[in-house]
C-alpha cells in the first residue's frame, strides 16, 4: 500500500551524494531524534492552535517524514528512490511548548537504496512548526551517522501546493558534483526560492526576490510623509531590499501602499523568523513594541529643553514617572514586559529607567573635555570617519556655483599654534593631520534641511586633529559651512580651542555641531547603509542561487541570522517617514535619501579593513609589518583590533574555500556561483553595477577577499559602529543627535545668552528631552546583545551544526584558536598605560572588537564587547 507521502509531489530539493552499494533488498530500522519547536515564543499563549492540532491527530493528520536516497533514481521521477514513510504525533499533553521538543522515531530502509540523502516532510496540522534537525543514528555495517540541519518553518503542506518539503544532510556538493539522483531536486528547490516576481507574498511563501526603497512614506496617509524612492534611478541609487508584492499606493503608484494597520509585520520569507527561547532575544519584536508603547509616552511627558547638565544628570538618577502602567498596558497589549526589560520598572507607578551609560559613568565631565571629544574619532562610535590630510588646505568636489568654495576656509595661522612647533606643512608630510570631513556628506542637503523647520538647523562640517607626541590627537579647529542661497552668502566659519570667555562658548558649541553632524553619519551611513542595507542583496542572492548543500552557502548562512527581520522591522519602526531615526536626528525627512548619496561612492572591494584604512591614508602598505600594513596612528584601537580580526577571518575562509576549490577553474565553472556574483552586481546592486570596485570570480584568491570583505561587514565592522551606541550615545551632551540653533550672530540676544550660560545654551541648542530620551532608549535597545547571541568563532553545540564535511571542523578550530589569541591581545593592550587612546578620560575601554568566543554565550545585555556572527539588531 502506498503511503501518505508518495501521492505528494516531491519539491526541489537538494539532496547529498553517497556511494550506495549493490544490496540483496534487506530491510533494516534506523533509529532518529528530530527536534522542532511548536510555536513562535510570542505565541505561547495560542491554546486555540494547541486545541486545533489535538483535534487533527485524533483523526489522523500528523506530520509525515520519508528518506530518499542520493543516489538510486526512480526512473519515473528523475529523484532518488524513497523509503517508507513514517510519522511524528502531538502529545496533547505537552501544551503550547515554546522550547524544543524532541522526538524519537524509526525510519524502515532498505539496503538496496544506499544512503539517504533528503529527507521529505509533510505537515498535516493546523499551523506550522519549526523543524530544527533530524540526527539519523549509524546502523553498524550498514550506514553512517547522518544529520540533517534544517532550521525552517513548516507551513500545512495545502500551503504548498501538497508539496512535501525536502531538506538534505549536511554535506556539502558543488553543482557538478551533485549526485545524479539530486540534479534535478536541486534546481527545483532554486527555482521555488527565486519565485516569478509576481502577485503579494504571504507568510508562508518561501520566496526571495527584489525590490526599491517605496517603502518608507505614508502618501495615501499625509502627503507631507511621502519620501522619495530609494533605488532604480541615478540620482538616488540603493541596495535592494526584499520584495513583498504589497499593491501600489492609491496616490502615486510608485510606491508600495502600507498595511492598515501600523503593527503590522512586513512580508519576509518565514525562515528569516527564528525562534528564541527567551521573550528579550525577539529583538525584531522588541524593536517593534518599543515604537508602539515607549515612544509615545516618551513623547507625552517632556517640556521643549534641558535647563542644565544636572536636568540631563535626573533622567538617571530619579527614572522618569509615566502614565503607562508598565505591567498591565504593556499585558493588555499583547507585549511581553521582558520585551524592555531594564527600561520599564514593574512598580505599580511606572518609571522609565535609564542606566548611566559608560561615557558619563566613572567621570561625569569627561565627555566635555577637548582629549575625550578627540579620542572618540579613533576609539568611539564611529572610528572609520576620520582621515588623515593629503594636502591642506582640503577642498571638496561639490560644484562651487551651488554650494560656494570648494576649498576649506582654515588656514595655517587657525592652527600652526596647537602644533607643537610643527609647521602644518611638516605636519601633512608627516601624517600627523587628520579631519572629520563631512562636508559633501552635508552640504548638498543644508538648505533643504534649515528650511523644514525653526527647530532644525544645521552645519555641514571639518573637524581637524593633530597627532601629538604622546599618540593622541588634538583638536585644533572645527569648520561650520552654509551654502549660499538667494538670500545669504555662503558662511565658512572656523573656531579654535578656548576653555573660557567667548572663545569657549563658541568653542562648546561647535563641538556640540561637529558632533551631531558626527553621530547622523555613524547611524545613517556607517552603520545603517554600510551593514544593513547593503547585506541584504547578499543575503537574497545566496538563497536564490546557491543550493542549501553548496558549501559557500553553509559559510554564509550564519552570517545572515536575522538580518532580514530586524531590516523589515527598521523599515517600518525606525528609518521610515517620520519614524524613530527622522524625528531624533538632524536631517530629519532627508536622512535616509542623504544615505543615498553615500551608496553612489560605495565599493565593495574598499569595505574590507585593510583597503578601507589605506583608502582614508589612516595606513599605508608595508609588506614587513603586520598584516601588510603600517598603520599611521599606531594606537588606533578600532585599527589594531580590527586587523587582528581580519586577518583570522582571511584564513578561515581560505582554509575553508581551499577543501573545495584546488584551482582557479574550479571557481570559474562553478555555475552557481556564477550565477551568485552576477544576480549580486546586476540586481541586488544593480545603481552600481557598471562602477568600479566588484571582486571578480575569477580566481579563488578574488573569491577569498570578496567572502571575508562579507563576513567581516556582517560581523566586524557592524559589531564596531552598533555595540557602543548606548556607552557613548546614552548621554546626549557626548554625542547630541539633533541641532536647534545656528551659532548666534555677535551683539544678538541668544549671544548674550550664551556668554551669561555656555552650558545652558549649548543645551538648548542640541536634542531636546524627548529627542534624547527616545533616542537613548533605542540606542540602549540596539546596544543589547541577545543570551543566544553567537559570535564569531562559537558555533551552538560542539562543533559546526551546518556541516559534516572532512577538514571543516580542525579549520574552524584554528579560528576560533586565533581569535582567542585576539582576546588576549585586546586585553593586554587595553591594560598598556601607554596606550592613551583605549581608555582616555572618559576611562571607557575599547572592548567592541573583543570577539568573545565563550564567556560572553550566555551573558546578554550591555557587555561593549562581543563580535556577532551577523548583523542581528
Not at 501600523?262 to 515604537?291: C, G, M, W
Not at 576620520?386 to 594636502?391: A, K, P, S, W
Amino acid at each position: 500500500m502506498k503511503g501518505f507521502l508518495d501521492n505528494i509531489p516531491v519539491p526541489s530539493v537538494p539532496t547529498w551524494p553517497f556511494n550506495s552499494k549493490d544490496g540483496d533488498g534487506h530491510e533494516f530500522d534506523i533509529k532518529a531524534e528530530i527536534v522542532l519547536q511548536k510555536t513562535y515564543l510570542a505565541d505561547v499563549t495560542d491554546y486555540s492552535a494547541t486545541l486545533s492540532d489535538t483535534l487533527f491527530e485524533l483523526i489522523g493528520k500528523k506530520v509525515f517524514l520519508q528518506l530518499v536516497s542520493s543516489d538510486q533514481i526512480d526512473q519515473d521521477t528523475g529523484v532518488g528512490k524513497k523509503g517508507e514513510e513514517t510519522s511524528i504525533s502531538w502529545n496533547p499533553l505537552d501544551g503550547p511548548i515554546a522550547g524544543d521538543t524532541k522526538y524519537s522515531i524509526t525510519f524502515k530502509w532498505k539496503s538496496e537504496l544506499g544512503v539517504p540523502g533528503a529527507l521529505l516532510v509533510t505537515n498535516t496540522h493546523a499551523r506550522e512548526f519549526f523543524l530544527k534537525s533530524l540526527t539519523l543514528s549509524a546502523v553498524s555495517g550498514k550506514l553512517p551517522a547522518l544529520r540533517f540541519f534544517c532550521n525552517s518553518w513548516i507551513y500545512p503542506y495545502y500551503l504548498y501546493n501538497k508539496t512535501a518539503r525536502v531538506f538534505f544532510s549536511t554535506e556539502s556538493h558543488l553543482p557538478d558534483a551533485t549526485p545524479a539522483g539530486l540534479i534535478t531536486l536541486r534546481e527545483q528547490e532554486l527555482t521555488t526560492l527565486r519565485g516569478n516576481g509576481t502577485g503579494e507574498r504571504q507568510l508562508w511563501d518561501r520566496v526571495y526576490d527584489y525590490d526599491v526603497y517605496n517603502d518608507l512614506g505614508k502618501p495615501d496617509t499625509n502627503p507631507d510623509l511621502r519620501r522619495e524612492v530609494l533605488g532604480g534611478s541615478q540620482d538616488l541609487p540603493y541596495p535592494r531590499r526584499c520584495r513583498t508584492g504589497r499593491a501600489p499606493a492609491k496616490t502615486d503608484q510608485k510606491f508600495e501602499s502600507l498595511p492598515l494597520l501600523p503593527t503590522t509585520q512586513f512580508f519576509i520569507p518565514p525562515d528569516e523568523k527564528f525562534p528564541h527561547i527567551n521573550l528579550s532575544d525577539y529583538r525584531a519584536n522588541l524593536v517593534r513594541a518599543f515604537a508602539k508603547k515607549v515612544v509615545p509616552t516618551l513623547k507625552s511627558i517632556f517640556g521643549d529643553k534641558f535647563d542644565s547638565l544636572e536636568d540631563v544628570k535626573a533622567i538617571y538618577s530619579k527614572g522618569i514617572p509615566s502614565s503607562m502602567n508598565s505591567v498591565m498596558e504593556l499585558s493588555r497589549d499583547l507585549i511581553p514586559l521582558q520585551m524592555v526589560k531594564g527600561l520599564l520598572s514593574t512598580q505599580d507607578q511606572a518609571l522609565i529607567n535609564y542606566r548611566r551609560p559608560q561615557v558619563f559613568e566613572a567621570e561625569e565631565r569627561a565627555w566635555k573635555t577637548d582629549e575625550e571629544f578627540a579620542r572618540q574619532a579613533l576609539s568611539g562610535l564611529n572610528p572609520m570617519a576620520i582621515q588623515c590630510v593629503q594636502t591642506f588646505p582640503p577642498s571638496s568636489s561639490l560644484d562651487a556655483n551651488l554650494y560656494g568654495p570648494q576649498q576649506s576656509s582654515v588656514t595655517t595661522d587657525h592652527i600652526e599654534k596647537y602644533l607643537d612647533g610643527v609647521s602644518v606643512e611638516q605636519a601633512v608630510e608627516d601624517k600627523r593631520l587628520f579631519v572629520l570631513d563631512y562636508y559633501d556628506a552635508y552640504m548638498p542637503y543644508i538648505e533643504r534641511i534649515n528650511k523644514q523647520s525653526d527647530e532644525l538647523k544645521m552645519y555641514a562640517s571639518r573637524t581637524f586633529f593633530f597627532l601629538t607626541d604622546e599618540g593622541t590627537l588634538r583638536a585644533v579647529a572645527i569648520e561650520l559651512c552654509l551654502p549660499h542661497t538667494s538670500v545669504s552668502q555662503a558662511v565658512r566659519n572656523v573656531y579654535t580651542p578656548a576653555e573660557q570667555g567667548e572663545e569657549g562658548a563658541l568653542w562648546l558649541l561647535a563641538k556640540a555641531h561637529s558632533r551631531v553632524n558626527d553621530s547622523g553619519y555613524h547611524q545613517l551611513i556607517s552603520h545603517w547603509l554600510r551593514t544593513h542595507a547593503v547585506i541584504e542583496p547578499f543575503i537574497i542572492a545566496t538563497h536564490r542561487q546557491l543550493s542549501k548543500m553548496h558549501p559557500l552557502h553553509k559559510l554564509l548562512l550564519p552570517h545572515y541570522f536575522d538580518t532580514m527581520d530586524i531590516n523589515q522591522s527598521a523599515r517600518q519602526i525606525l528609518i521610515n517617514a517620520d519614524g524613530v531615526i527622522e524625528s531624533g536626528f538632524t536631517p530629519y525627512r532627508y536622512a535616509i535619501e542623504l544615505s543615498s548619496k553615500a551608496y553612489k561612492y560605495w565599493k565593495l572591494n574598499e569595505q574590507g579593513l585593510p583597503a578601507d584604512l589605506v583608502k582614508r591614508g589612516m595606513a599605508v602598505p608595508n609588506s614587513t609589518a603586520p598584516h601588510g600594513l603600517k598603520l599611521v596612528i599606531e594606537d588606533y584601537p578600532y585599527a589594531v583590533d580590527g586587523l587582528e580580526i581580519w586577518s583570522a577571518l582571511k584564513q578561515w575562509v581560505s582554509d575553508y574555500m581551499s577543501l573545495y576549490y584546488k584551482s582557479d577553474d574550479s571557481i570559474k565553472q562553478d555555475k552557481e556561483v556564477q550565477a551568485w556574483w552576477t544576480e549580486i552586481v546586476s540586481v541586488g546592486h544593480a545603481d552600481l553595477k557598471n562602477e568600479s570596485g566588484w571582486y571578480q570570480m575569477e580566481s579563488v584568491e578574488e573569491a577569498v577577499k570578496a567572502i571575508t570583505t562579507i563576513i567581516w561587514i556582517a560581523s566586524a565592522h557592524h559589531a564596531a559602529v552598533n555595540f557602543g551606541q548606548y556607552a557613548y550615545g546614552g548621554y546626549m551632551p557626548n554625542l547630541p543627535t539633533v541641532s536647534r540653533r545656528l551659532i548666534p550672530e555677535k551683539h544678538s540676544f541668544e549671544h548674550a545668552q550664551m556668554l551669561k550660560d555656555p552650558e545652558a545654551f549649548m543645551l538648548s541648542n542640541v536634542s531636546n528631552p524627548t529627542q534624547a530620551t527616545t533616542v537613548m532608549a533605542v540606542l540602549e535597545l540596539l546596544s543589547k546583545h541577545s543570551t543566544d547571541e553567537v559570535y564569531l568563532g562559537q558555533v551552538k553545540g560542539s562543533t559546526p551544526e551546518w556541516t559534516d564535511d572532512e577538514g571543516i571542523e580542525e579549520a574552524f578550530k584554528r579560528f576560533s584558536s586565533s581569535l582567542v589569541s585576539v582576546e588576549n591581545n585586546v586585553t593586554e593592550r587595553n591594560k598598556n598605560p601607554v596606550l592613551k587612546n583605549r581608555y582616555g578620560p572618559s576611562q571607557v575601554p575599547y572592548t567592541l572588537l573583543y570577539p568573545s568566543t565563550s564567556d560572553l554565550s550566555k551573558e546578554g545585555g550591555l557587555t561593549g564587547r562581543g563580535i556577532p556572527n551577523s548583523v542581528s539588531i
